[in-house]
């Protein structure tokens, strides 16, 4: 019996990242490129995204993340999915808090700062590149890089 609630853990922490991985990616387009603000997003602005030599941290403020994950698991409290991710790693947070403040347009702002490797960077290069150009919906086709296609299960 313990032994399954370890493995249901594991299970739903691999579940959490993979949902809010799967969130990000199929909105990439809402994001601001950190070092080219001068070109905007598409629609609404869901926060920046800025590519490192190793990582990817996508900072979302954290009302839209609260409810997109809300919507995406079906529930009210989230706090225990950002925690469960914080603890794993995947989110940055400032110390005792679940959000962390960046500066987004001159302002500061309250995110949510999720760090992605770096084989998802093709996603928010197409915001700087491609997206204002409204080619978005035919080149994931065209890739076949729709969410549900992904494996996202693994963790690189």
């Given amino acids: 019996m313990y032994q399954d609630t370890v493995q249901e853990k594991k299970n739903a922490a691999i579940d959490y990242y ?3 991985v799967e969130i990000i990616l199929k909105n990439a387009n809402h994001y601001m490129d950190a070092k080219n603000t001068a070109q905007k997003p598409s629609g ?3 926060g920046k995204v800025s590519i490192t030599a190793d990582t990817i941290k996508v900072n979302t403020f954290s009302s839209v993340m609260e409810e997109q994950l ?5 529930t ?7 925690k469960n991710l914080i ?3 995947h989110i940055k947070a400032e110390q005792g808090r679940l959000t962390k403040r960046v500066r987004i347009n001159k302002q500061s702002q309250t995110t949510i700062e999720l760090i992605l490797p770096l084989k998802y960077k093709d996603y928010f290069r197409l915001n700087a590149n491609y997206l ?7 080149y994931f086709a065209e890739k076949n890089l729709v969410a549900d296609n992904l494996n996202l299960d693994k963790e690189d």
């Fill in 132 to 138: 204002s150009a409204g080619v978005e919906s035919s």
């Fill in 76 to 82: 009210n409290d989230i706090s225990y999915i950002i």
């Fill in 44 to 46: 609404t602005i869901w």
């Fill in 70 to 74: 809300k919507r995406a698991f079906n």
């Fill in 87 to 89: 603890k794993n790693g």
């Fill in 18 to 20: 993979s949902k809010t």
